[in-house]
């Protein structure tokens, strides 16, 4: 079993950044892929990145792609979400969750979901 703890958000202005950060608890931490997802008010929860065990792959909603990034230290159990020229529309709340395959991108095949983190851009 995997427990997760976001930190890092907070609030800043559009064009700014944050990083977000997710530790874990469990030995077999680097043997999942790990995921980013976000909730805004009213709305469903959606896939913002993943990353391989490995690190070696990452995929992005096309809505953050060339802005965020994905990484992980298996060594530090973390991982994080580095997210530079942001939105307003990218206010939510933004929870870290495992999964044990890589590639998908459904909330639905991931587990171990974190409390999560508020992120708040103004304009």
């Known amino acids: 079993q995997v427990q997760l703890v976001e930190s890092g958000g907070g609030l800043v202005q559009a064009g700014g950044s944050l990083r977000l950060s997710c530790v874990a608890s469990?030995?077999?931490?680097?043997?999942?892929?790990m995921g980013w997802f976000r909730q805004a008010p009213g709305k469903e929860r959606e896939f913002v990145a993943a990353?391989?065990?490995?690190?070696?792959?990452?995929n992005y909603a096309d809505s953050v792609k060339g802005r965020f990034t994905i990484s992980r230290d298996n060594a530090k159990n973390m991982v994080y979400l580095q997210m530079n020229s942001l939105k307003p529309e990218d206010t939510a709340v933004y929870y870290c969750?495992?999964?044990?395959?890589?590639?998908?991108?459904?909330?639905?095949?991931?587990?171990?979901w974190g409390q999560g983190t508020q992120v708040t851009v103004s304009s």
């Open positions: 969750a495992v999964n044990r395959y890589y590639g998908s991108t459904s909330s639905t095949d991931f587990g171990s």
């Open positions: 990353i391989r065990w490995s690190g070696s792959s990452t």
């Open positions: 469990g030995r077999t931490f680097s043997s999942y892929a």
